[in-house]
């Protein structure tokens, strides 16, 4: 199978290492972090003009390194080929290898930031944050993935703990549902296939997402 993925830069390291890894041929591209700071609307806008560039000539599907994201995938449309992308809320799924392991932690742990490779090397760092943002955390955790080079991610993020003062705690990482994700075994549990002409929605469920038709627009008047 030739596949195009389109991913959010924070899982870098962890993308490219899966796709070293599966047997089908994978297109990377990578989509900036600061994405998400544009709101829903404006995420969806770029998400969409990257789907929009596909050749599609060249591609069975297209999978997505993205998650609901804060509704920025909402509405999300497949053109002419299926898109794929995780059920989940967030890319700490990704991380963490399932929705129902990241509930379990989050259930368990108040106040967590949590820091990967990805986030620490292309995202905004904590010390850039306002306090009236970071007011509400109190533990940093880091998800050690297993495409780290060395233990300079973990000391940083240990070092930063340290400094506020927060608790710190390392996690293994499980890279199980970014490998599936380009390795095409999509099932219905952890991943949403959009059929073509269908788009991204909330289900407001455990399934996180869904598919839906979009309403046929209705006819314009002379």
Not at 71 to 94: E, S, W, Y
Not at 158 to 179: H, N, P
Not at 187 to 203: E, I
Request: with cysteine; glycine share 8%.
């Amino acid at each position: 199978m030739r596949l195009k993925a389109i991913s959010c830069e924070i899982l870098y390291r962890e993308m490219c290492a899966a796709v070293a890894r599966s047997a089908n041929q994978v297109d990377l591209e990578f989509l900036p972090k600061r994405l998400h700071d544009l709101g829903a609307a404006g995420m969806l806008r770029r998400l969409q003009a990257a789907l929009d560039a596909v050749d599609e000539s060249r591609y069975e599907a297209v999978a997505l390194g993205y998650a609901l994201c804060g509704n920025g995938a909402a509405g999300l449309t497949a053109r002419g080929l299926p898109v794929v992308l995780p059920r989940a809320h967030d890319c700490i799924t990704l991380f963490l290898g399932s929705k129902e392991r990241y509930l379990q932690y989050f259930d368990s742990h108040s106040g967590v930031y949590f820091k990967t490779t990805g986030w620490i090397e292309r995202a905004q760092d904590l010390e850039q944050i306002g306090a009236d943002l970071t007011s509400n955390y109190s533990q940093l955790t880091f998800i050690e993935m297993g495409v780290e080079p060395d233990d300079r991610f973990e000391r940083e993020t240990r070092e930063q703990a340290a400094r506020r003062g927060w608790v710190f705690e390392k996690v293994r990482g499980d890279l199980s549902l970014i490998q599936r994700l380009v390795g095409g075994q999509w099932d219905a549990g952890d991943f949403l296939v959009v059929p073509p002409g269908w788009r991204v929605a909330p289900s407001y469920d455990d399934s996180i997402i869904a598919a839906e038709k979009p309403n046929p627009q209705p006819p314009s008047r002379v």
